[in-house]
């Protein structure tokens, strides 16, 4: 039993290495994929087409990620947590092999959905296993070498994606990662312990049908960024906002949850932390979709380079992460309120600057956009899951993945709605591009300063919650 905090080393013991081995390889697997794609990206669309439709790679990444981290109570409870992450990880490099021989935006957009799901599942057993296999007062410590180790991504993500780009081969970049997707299978199964993922021991069922609202919710968005009848596109955003709607009712009232039941409550830290999750989610995505394609077509970059300047949020995250593992409680709730605001003056920063410069302003929005978020990212998380209802422990870990996932896929699909809105969907009026590279982060910052706002909610709720404990 751990009573105080041990420190960096301290978590080498060996009773935790086999799993903190693990959640950093798939971290890794994860992390350096979305690097990597951020960079070839824009060689894909030189080769098989599909500009208007640019965000749809990650939508359907994002979509199925969320069905992945809906199913991982019931699997780890019928399997284990070894066999799901090595499931995991075989379905995320069979998605990279079928992106590797695409010769279609379809293709492209088919293999990363298949990638999502396999993604999701390593992503929401990362939290289980953070909550089920290391004592509260590491968690944050945990979550900060998680994110850690974007630090290694943003060094071989774009290497290896810039690299085959340079050589008009972006198909190998798919290939490598289906390869270490076949090496991280052989690592988990000889060296992931057993562990069980829902404590309870109670069976969940898949609900297929608030899974389907979901899609529902983010089909619509992604169709509505590319579809040009106004009316048309007011229509499926109106049902995108219902279908949300009408999951969180059913699912609060349901016997096997999506979500935790306090979900999005603004009367429980739990409810306020994944507004939160949601928030930053949805705030993040325009940096790995658009901002490697602005930075080329209106700077001159070359894809390595790019690769490596939006590289630069990652690595700010890291560093943030790792920095502020270690405050105490009274700071903690200080960042929750901080970080959002940060992340959104760098959104606003890259507004300013992206469309015509000056082009040294540049990597300082970025940098502020990672340190934004990895400052407040495992306070948030860890908030979460400790303030879970009784019952609702494991559901309340793996929700931070579903919800991030969630607001990642939303995100993608406003993104593009933006984009396509300003011009962007031909990529052949200079002026249309840089109307998107102002609108995009503009519009995406009002979604951190919300976080900012709702987490002076988070920070209140919790010290009410810690003052009753105390007495």
Same mark, same amino acid.
């Given at each position: 039993?751990? #009573?105080?905090?041990?420190?960096?080393?301290?978590?080498?013991?060996?009773?935790?290495?086999?799993?903190?081995?693990?959640?950093?390889?798939?971290?890794?697997?994860?992390?350096?994929?979305?690097?990597?794609?951020?960079?070839?990206?824009?060689?894909?669309?030189?080769?098989?087409?599909?500009?208007?439709?640019?965000?749809?790679?990650?939508?359907?990444?994002?979509?199925?990620?969320?069905?992945?981290?809906?199913?991982?109570?019931?699997?780890?409870?019928?399997?284990?947590?070894?066999?799901?992450?090595?499931?995991?990880?075989?379905?995320?490099?069979?998605?990279?092999?079928?992106?590797?021989?695409?010769?279609?935006?379809?293709?492209?957009?088919?293999?990363?959905?298949?990638?999502?799901?396999?993604?999701?599942?390593?992503?929401?057993?990362?939290?289980?296993?953070?909550?089920?296999?290391?004592?509260?007062?590491? !968690?944050?410590?945990?979550?900060?070498?998680?994110?850690?180790?974007?630090?290694?991504?943003?060094?071989?993500?774009?290497?290896?994606?810039?690299?085959?780009?340079?050589?008009?081969?972006?198909?190998?970049?798919?290939?490598?990662?289906?390869?270490?997707?076949?090496?991280?299978?052989?690592?988990?199964?000889?060296?992931?312990?057993?562990?069980?993922?829902?404590?309870?021991?109670?069976?969940?069922?898949?609900?297929?049908?608030?899974?389907?609202?979901?899609?529902?919710?983010?089909?619509?968005?992604?169709?509505?960024?590319? &579809?040009?009848?106004?009316? /048309?596109?007011?229509?499926?955003?109106?049902?995108?906002?219902?279908?949300?709607?009408?999951?969180?009712?059913?699912?609060?009232?349901?016997?096997?949850? &999506?979500?935790?039941? #306090?979900?999005?409550?603004?009367?429980?830290?739990?409810?306020?932390?994944? !507004?939160?999750?949601?928030?930053?989610?949805?705030?993040?995505?325009?940096?790995?979709?658009?901002?490697?394609?602005?930075?080329?077509?209106?700077?001159?970059? #070359?894809?390595?380079?790019?690769?490596?300047?939006?590289?630069?949020?990652?690595?700010? !995250?890291?560093?943030?992460?790792?920095?502020?593992?270690?405050?105490?409680?009274?700071?903690?709730?200080?960042?929750?309120?901080?970080?959002?605001?940060?992340?959104?003056?760098?959104?606003?920063?890259?507004?300013?600057?992206?469309?015509?410069?000056?082009?040294?302003?540049?990597?300082?929005?970025?940098?502020?956009?990672?340190?934004?978020?990895?400052?407040?990212?495992?306070?948030?998380?860890?908030?979460?899951?400790?303030?879970?209802?009784?019952? *609702?422990? *494991?559901?309340?870990?793996?929700?931070?993945?579903?919800?991030?996932?969630?607001?990642?896929?939303?995100?993608?699909?406003?993104?593009?709605?933006?984009?396509?809105?300003?011009?962007?969907?031909?990529?052949?009026?200079?002026? /249309?591009?840089?109307?998107?590279?102002? !609108?995009?982060?503009?519009?995406?910052?009002?979604?951190?300063?919300?976080?900012?706002?709702?987490?002076?909610?988070?920070?209140?709720?919790?010290?009410?919650?810690?003052?009753?404990?105390?007495?």
């Amino acid at each position: 039993m751990v #009573d105080q905090d041990v420190g960096w080393v301290g978590l080498l013991r060996r009773e935790w290495i086999p799993s903190l081995a693990v959640l950093v390889g798939g971290v890794l697997l994860h992390s350096m994929n979305v690097m990597l794609l951020a960079t070839v990206l824009p060689s894909v669309v030189g080769e098989v087409g599909g500009a208007a439709v640019m965000s749809w790679p990650t939508t359907g990444y994002v979509a199925s990620s969320i069905v992945a981290a809906t199913c991982v109570g019931l699997l780890t409870t019928v399997f284990g947590a070894r066999p799901v992450f090595a499931i995991g990880a075989s379905i995320f490099g069979a998605g990279a092999i079928v992106c590797a021989f695409a010769s279609a935006m379809s293709h492209v957009i088919l293999g990363r959905f298949v990638q999502g799901f396999g993604g999701g599942l390593l992503s929401a057993v990362a939290y289980v296993l953070v909550r089920n296999a290391f004592p509260e007062i590491v !968690w944050a410590r945990v979550l900060g070498l998680l994110a850690g180790v974007w630090s290694v991504s943003v060094l071989v993500g774009p290497l290896v994606g810039g690299v085959f780009a340079r050589l008009g081969n972006w198909r190998g970049a798919f290939f490598t990662v289906a390869t270490l997707a076949g090496l991280l299978v052989v690592g988990a199964l000889s060296a992931l312990p057993q562990t069980q993922g829902a404590a309870s021991g109670r069976k969940r069922g898949v609900p297929a049908g608030r899974i389907g609202l979901l899609w529902i919710a983010i089909g619509a968005i992604s169709i509505a960024s590319v &579809l040009r009848a106004p009316g /048309g596109k007011s229509a499926l955003i109106v049902l995108a906002i219902a279908s949300l709607v009408v999951m969180l009712r059913l699912d609060r009232a349901a016997a096997t949850r &999506l979500l935790p039941g #306090d979900a999005f409550s603004f009367g429980s830290p739990t409810g306020v932390g994944l !507004w939160m999750v949601l928030l930053l989610s949805i705030a993040f995505t325009p940096l790995n979709i658009f901002v490697p394609i602005f930075l080329q077509r209106l700077h001159g970059f #070359d894809p390595l380079a790019a690769g490596y300047t939006v590289a630069g949020t990652s690595m700010a !995250w890291t560093v943030a992460a790792v920095a502020v593992a270690g405050l105490s409680t009274d700071w903690s709730g200080r960042m929750i309120i901080v970080g959002p605001l940060v992340k959104a003056a760098g959104l606003l920063t890259l507004a300013a600057v992206m469309p015509s410069g000056p082009i040294e302003v540049l990597f300082p929005g970025i940098v502020l956009v990672g340190l934004g978020i990895g400052s407040c990212w495992a306070f948030i998380a860890q908030r979460v899951m400790k303030s879970a209802r009784v019952g *609702d422990e *494991d559901v309340a870990a793996s929700s931070v993945a579903t919800v991030q996932s969630t607001g990642y896929a939303l995100g993608a699909a406003v993104a593009g709605l933006v984009a396509n809105a300003t011009g962007f969907s031909t990529m052949i009026e200079a002026g /249309g591009v840089g109307r998107a590279a102002f !609108w995009v982060p503009v519009s995406f910052s009002f979604a951190a300063l919300a976080a900012g706002i709702v987490g002076i909610r988070l920070r209140t709720l919790t010290e009410r919650a810690t003052l009753a404990a105390t007495g």
